[in-house]
């Protein structure tokens, strides 16, 4: 484990000391906090502590297979203006396979830990009060100019993408979310209103949200429950044939014991994207056996989404594969409620790989690819209608895109990072409170479930699952709910 620290310093010697923080404060304007809210905190103290996790069977997706899990945890410490502090705690995978995948592992694990160092110095040294909001998406430039420092002081092949910086800074804007609300003795989902914020969406969006505030966009209460989507990965065993030696921990091992042992009702299936038989021999094999076991529990409602993780070669390949599962499995095609990111995740460059045609078919959600309201507004344009939200790009960008969402109409829904203990915590909390959210992956208790001992008593409905559903009534308490 390695732990780094910093103190609050006084404003004026940052100024002096940091170029780019001196430029974030001169430029306060859309994009910075404004001091205007008695309730408005400033950071007063940063340090983190990573945690390093050996999965007890390997996760393959986008081709690759995951065996280790890096956890970045964040402490934050806040201060009120009338010189109160809270402390708030987040929490996240370094998920470099997934948001940094051109590169080898531990180069990019590597940049993502120096990156960590760089975004620790950079929050705590920020000293302007403001709403977590407005300090996550001031800091947010400072964040990905410190990305591109790395990328050049590490000489790395390519530069750390936008995607990876908000990996690697969403613990920091979770912990300061979780500090506010402790501060104020509240839940963070209770603190998006005119009575703590600032702005409105307009600030941060477009004009059409023009008087509107995120409390409009997202629930007060969480949901009592959510649905759990249980992850296929590309190379799990789907019945006892398929298992070459068998783990023996104690823990499921192919498909019917993991739905008799935790009940399940949706299933995640990752696809290869590159082999056109082998992903609809893939689905039709998972929809034989799904239903052969929930026939036998008496389940006549179950539900797939599969995940390409980018790697159709085109938009071609997307209808040929999903035509062909509909002929092979009427039944299961019905079962799909939706594709998630198909094709490269470099939208811009791929223009001609449109979904208007897939989305007539079944909801295709952008993942990878989303990474702020332009990538947004492009995914729209051609023919995305979903948007997958996840806690590693930030609480605060989760909940940006969730209201640019819901006013454009389109599915949402939640997605994991191999998330465990607090960071799985965090991430259904987000999902609890994004009204049309009613399922989330949450696969760290598959591959990784060293990471979460001791959370199991702590919230039981999330860890503990017998009947499909997380339990998430209690997701209320200040903050983001978590107690480091």
Known sequence: MSIRRVERREFLGTLALSPVLG???????????????????RIAGVSYSTEDFRYRA?????????????????????????????????????????????????????????????LRKITADYQEFGHPIDLNVALEQAYL????????????????????????????????????????????????????????????LTPAFQGEYLDRYVLREPKARLALYHSVGASDPIVEGDIKKRIGDGLPETLPEWIRWNGLTHFKIKLNGNDLDWDVERVVGIDRVASGVERERHVSD????????????????????????????PAGFARIQYVEQPTARDLAANRSNVMHAASKLVPVVIDESLTGLESLELARQMGYTGVALKACKGITQSLLMA????????????????????????????????????????????YVPSASKGWESRFPGIFVVKDGTLKTANLNGAGLGVVS
């Open 23 to 41: 430029a974030l404060a001169g430029r306060a304007g859309k994009a910075g906090p404004v001091a205007s809210k008695p309730t408005d905190v």
């Open 58 to 118: 390997p996760y393959k997706f986008g081709g690759q297979e995951v065996d280790r899990a890096t956890i970045l945890n964040v402490h934050c410490t806040v201060e009120t203006r009338r010189g109160h502090t809270a402390h708030g705690f987040g929490s996240m995978t370094l998920g470099n396979v997934w948001s940094f995948p051109s590169l080898p592992y531990d180069v990019t694990l590597g940049a993502m830990k120096t990156l960590a160092e760089r």
């Open 145 to 204: 100019e410190a990305a591109a420092d790395v990328s050049r002081q590490l000489r790395l092949a390519e530069p750390i993408p936008k995607l990876c910086t908000l990996v690697t800074a969403s613990p920091f804007d979770a912990a300061l979310h979780d500090a506010f609300g402790k501060a104020h003795h509240v839940n963070c989902y209770q603190t998006l209103g005119p009575d703590f914020m600032a702005h409105d969406l307009a600030h941060y």
């Open 302 to 329: 179950f539900t797939y989404s599969l995940d390409f993780n980018e790697k159709c070669p085109n938009v071609r390949y997307l209808l040929d594969f999903l035509d062909r599962v509909k002929q092979r499995t």
């Open 403 to 446: 209201a640019a969402a819901q006013k454009y109409k389109m599915f949402l829904c939640v997605q994991d990072l191999t998330c465990p203990g607090a960071s799985l915590v965090e991430n259904v909390g987000l999902a609890a409170h994004v009204p049309g959210v009613t399922a989330i992956e949450a696969n760290a208790r598959e």
